[in-house]
Nanobody, 122 residues
Framework: VHLEESGGGLVQSGGSLNLSCVAS????????VEWYRQVPENERELVAS???????FYIDAVKGRFTVSRDRIENTQYLLMNGLKPEDTAAYFC?????????????????WGQGTQVTVSP
């Protein structure tokens, strides 16, 4: 399975970006979709997620500004970011949990995208 991210870039404060993460390959059922961000010298931080039952989670810093969604038919995950602030500047990574069944057993696989840079100018 390969995840291809796109949509990052340079925007002014208050602007918007819509990140995409397209999954391809031998995909089973994408259960959880997570978006992380990371700035140099810091650990990767969970920003938002959506579970198999479509329950969404956002960290307080992005609540009301970011929206996570997905297109199950196209195996594409999105992170819509509105009202961007300079402190949102980071590399953003998508992560999926891919579920497969084999002989009645569940197998979960984890995959990361390559990351896309988001830079917000003051």
């Amino acid at each position: 399975v390969h995840l291809e991210e796109s949509g990052g870039g340079l925007v002014q404060s208050g602007g918007s970006l819509n990140l995409s993460c397209v999954a391809s390959g031998s995909i089973g059922v994408i259960e959880t979709v997570e978006w992380y961000r990371q700035v140099p010298e810091n650990e990767r931080e969970l920003v938002a997620s959506v579970t198999g039952d479509e329950s969404a989670f956002y960290i307080d810093a992005v609540k009301g500004r970011f929206t996570v969604s997905r297109d199950r038919i196209e195996n594409t995950q999105y992170l819509l970011m509105n009202g961007l602030k300079p402190e949102d500047t980071a590399a953003y990574f998508c992560h999926i949990t891919d579920l497969h069944y084999f002989n009645g057993a569940r197998y979960l696989y984890h995959y990361w995208g390559q990351g896309t840079q988001v830079t917000v100018s003051p």
